[in-house]
């Protein structure tokens, strides 16, 4: 215990340095919580503080008898650091030394994330039993020891008090853990009423709970792998900050030279040229919102953009965050793979199984491995330098994710760029504002299209809108204003059906959106005679990589030998980078109706052949309800038989949402919480909890072999109902094992049993 909390303090320095020369990584700290520099002296000797006096909690009879598996711990070892910390005689002590006894006990007592809800308030938790009388602390001369040194390093009086060595749960010898336990508590409860009133002491202890969790990750995982704590993170965080140079020569001209290699495949004379609108978000400030219609080139503008804020301020990393894991693969797929592979990260909850063979020979980058160390848990990821990532890797910090807490080191000095923000349901719209509200980073959001409420609530927050009142570019004007889509409202499926026949037999590329993955499936098999191709969620992870590479495939094709159709549901709307001639879509929300549309006629050049959308109402609104559908209704009648351009699109999107009320922001556990910490009690995105992750019962026997050799078994799962989803006590509660003759390879998991299926 005493060696680990040393490991700890010396994690603590190695990341955010001393008291008189803070590392980047320090300063940076203060700057990303919004703590002025005069409070570094504060910050970082409550930090030490909190690093040493995490874990003697874990010098106690319980804790040793739980890690031989002999019996429960009668209370969590940071808890019962915390109330050593709240002891008259160890409080006296820091407090003389300018400390808050009471700060650093709740940081200690929180840096596990297990300071959990009992009777609606926050208490230390501890389990109680009639077989359990005493606590005992062990180790007391170890435990005077790591006082003494951490009493040096502070600057403190020598430590020469004594802690009890028996401690009680309401009567009997020593110290009562209640009656500290209540004291605590109702201290906390008081803190809590006072960082509400204190923006600035509420960022402080923020700051401190993430720093502790960052270096006790660190002060762990390091020497378990044999490295060397000062070094490994010398060499992690004081390499010299990216500049734009670099990533212009890393990133952005390799990507360049491959969309030349693309389109010279159709014309040889094609030479790349930066479009005004991009070289301009060169200009932008730190905080924009960048909106431009899809295949607009907006994500090299967002580079641009990049670069020229490593130019202003260097930064060590570059985050580019995506809404969905497929998107966040084509992201890492088209730019940040371009990066070296010690750089290059893909980050996301399948990224492991999506790199294998993403790329293929003669591409050089098929040789590269782009993999972290999986024994370093979140650590493995503080080397690399640009990211592809999912939304919730690095902003599931807000909701007290443990693993997103560990990447602040990496988030707090970067320049990230976050995609797709239309999709963003309500508890992930509420996390966006409050990075850009409560932290201080440069940020860039960008989407196609975004309801005129939502856009107004980005400015309020001083994202710059761009292109802006009175800029004018004439390509990008051009783009938007281009008759792209004809629009046609249909009746009901039966007229889609007769329309999609009619488009194959022509030898178009139909691509046929549904909002439920059963009808996708049924509709699906109703076309399977004409090669149809099915994608959805509900495939096992190994079969929808297959699903999405195949329809990207079919429809990117030069040369076509025949019609195309695929009938997938919303995942099309951000991940699959397609072109078709017919889009035939069921209703939805108007982003996602337009965003549906940015999979048809792509990459038009004129209005000569505008890309055919129809669009009929479902049966029933589901997976949406009525009042998200119902303005959806007003949008396609009013466009109905006419050719649009994007700019049409936008404007009927403002004039349907602009006098929509705001919804109340849903609650932000790391923002307005303090000072409990207490992961997984909320998540970042809404969940209506339909689904859980499951493995098929014929896959069962050979996931549990690569369990138990510590291989990747990710391949294997999928998303299932929750009543088709049964436990198995050989996997845990992380996973469930789910019927085998409801799937099938091609059309993935059928509420029914089927039959004639293939796997």
Request: hydrophobic share 40%.
């Amino acid at each position: 215990m005493v060696a680990h909390s040393l490991e700890v303090m010396e994690a603590f320095v190695g990341l955010f340095g001393t008291l008189i020369e803070p590392s980047r990584i320090g300063e940076r700290w203060l700057a990303f919580f919004g703590l002025p520099n005069a409070l570094w002296a504060v910050f970082y000797r409550h930090g030490l503080a909190a690093a040493g006096l995490h874990d003697p909690g874990k010098a106690n009879n319980g804790f040793q008898q739980a890690i031989q598996h002999k019996d429960k711990q009668a209370i969590r070892h940071e808890h019962l650091s915390a109330l050593i910390v709240t002891l008259p005689q160890v409080s006296r002590w820091l407090q003389q030394g300018g400390l808050d006894a009471q700060l650093i006990a709740v940081v200690a007592a929180s840096h596990h994330l297990k300071l959990s809800a009992s009777d609606e308030r926050y208490k230390l938790a501890a389990m109680l039993s009639p077989g359990i009388k005493l606590v005992e602390i062990l180790g007391e001369q170890e435990l005077a020891s790591l006082f003494e040194i951490l009493g040096e390093r502070l600057g403190l009086a020598p430590w020469k008090g004594m802690l009890p060595t028996l401690w009680n749960f309401g009567s009997g010898p020593g110290e009562s853990i209640m009656a500290l336990r209540d004291d605590l508590d109702r201290r906390m409860q008081f803190m809590k009423r006072e960082l509400r009133k204190d923006g600035q002491a509420r960022r402080l202890w923020q700051a401190l709970v993430a720093a502790l969790i960052a270096a006790d990750a660190a002060g762990s995982g390091l020497p378990r792998e044999g490295l060397s704590i000062p070094d490994w993170l010398s060499g992690t965080f004081g390499v010299p900050p990216l500049t734009g140079s670099s990533i212009r020569e890393k990133v952005i001209d390799p990507r360049i030279a491959e969309i030349e290699v693309s389109k010279r495949r159709i014309d040889p004379g094609f030479r790349f040229r930066w479009q005004d609108f991009q070289e301009e978000a060169e200009r932008l400030p730190e905080r924009a919102l960048l909106l431009a219609g899809c295949g607009s080139g907006k994500t090299l503008a967002a580079w641009r953009w990049i670069t020229a804020q490593l130019d202003r301020q260097p930064a060590a990393r570059v985050i580019f965050l995506y809404p969905t894991r497929a998107t966040a693969s084509e992201g890492f797929r088209d730019y940040v793979s371009h990066a070296p592979e010690s750089d290059a990260a893909l980050l996301s909850g399948t990224a492991g199984y999506e790199l294998e063979g993403m790329f293929s020979n003669p591409d050089e980058r098929s040789e590269r491995n782009y993999e972290t160390d999986d024994r370093l848990f979140a650590l493995g990821f503080w080397q690399k330098r640009v990211f592809a990532a999912t939304v919730d890797q690095f902003l599931g910090f807000l909701q007290l994710s443990y693993r997103s807490i560990c990447l602040l080191p990496v988030l707090a000095d970067a320049v990230v760029v976050i995609d797709e923000v239309h999709s963003f349901d309500h508890r992930l719209w509420t996390a966006l504002k409050t990075l850009l509200k409560e932290f201080q980073l440069p940020v860039l959001c960008m989407t196609a299209s975004l309801p005129g409420p939502r856009r107004l609530e980005l400015e309020e927050l001083a994202l710059t809108p761009y292109p802006g009142p009175g800029r004018h570019f004439e390509d990008l004007e051009r783009s938007a204003g281009l008759q792209r889509y004809r629009i046609h409202a249909i009746p009901d499926e039966s007229a889609a059906r007769a329309i999609a026949q009619t488009a194959l037999a022509e030898g178009k590329r139909v691509l046929w959106v549904v909002n439920t993955v059963d009808r996708c499936q049924h509709l699906a098999r109703d076309f399977e005679q004409l090669g149809a191709l099915c994608y959805h969620s509900r495939f096992t992870l190994r079969d929808r990589k297959e699903r999405h590479t195949a329809v990207v495939a079919a429809f990117q094709s030069d040369k076509p030998t025949g019609g195309i159709i695929a009938l997938t549901t919303q995942v099309c709307e951000m991940s699959l980078d397609l072109d078709a001639d017919v889009l035939i879509t069921e209703l939805a929300p108007i982003p996602s109706l337009i965003q549906r549309m940015g999979r048809c006629n792509r990459h038009a050049l004129d209005e000569a052949n505008p890309g055919i959308v129809y669009c009929y109402a479902p049966e029933s609104p589901l997976p949406y309800n009525p009042a998200e559908v119902e303005p959806a209704r007003a949008f396609l009648t009013s466009l109905d038989g006419q050719a649009v351009s994007q700019l049409r699109l936008e404007d009927e999107l403002d004039a349907r949402t602009r006098q929509d009320p705001r919804r109340a922001d849903t609650w932000i556990q790391f923002v307005e919480g303090p000072p409990w910490a207490a992961g997984g009690e909320e998540d970042l995105r809404d969940s209506h909890d339909f689904t859980v992750d499951a493995v098929l019962d014929c896959d069962l026997e050979q996931v549990l072999g690569l369990r138990r050799r510590h291989l990747p078994y990710d391949g294997f799962v999928l998303p299932v109902p929750r009543r088709h989803a049964g436990s198995s006590q050989c996997l845990g509660r992380a996973l469930c094992v789910a019927p085998a003759d409801h799937y099938d390879a091609r059309f993935g998991f059928f509420q029914e049993p089927i039959h004639g299926r293939q796997t």
